[in-house]
């Protein structure tokens, strides 16, 4: 789990900020994408493109129904839009 995280938590909390725009949401959100990812691993899932996979799981995560208020700038999030 440390490896996938040194090699892609860059990139997911760079995701979660565009979706969320908000850093104290991304990086819960990033940390939820990991727990959820760390889960799977444990049920015996490998994923074939762990990139991939984690943009899934992260896309997932900060679209969630619980994220969907505006952020301390007042603008909200892209999934409000929809």
Do not use: I
């Amino acid at each position: 789990m440390a490896e996938l995280y040194g090699d892609h938590g860059r990139m997911v909390l760079a995701l979660c900020r565009m979706f969320l725009r908000d850093l104290a949401e991304a990086e819960d959100a990033a940390q939820q994408a990991f727990l959820s990812a760390y889960r799977s691993l444990l049920a015996g899932n490998e994923p074939e493109h762990p990139a991939a996979w984690l943009a899934t799981k992260n896309s997932r995560q900060s679209t969630r129904p619980n994220s969907r208020r505006p952020t301390a700038s007042g603008y909200f999030t892209v999934s409000q839009a929809a």
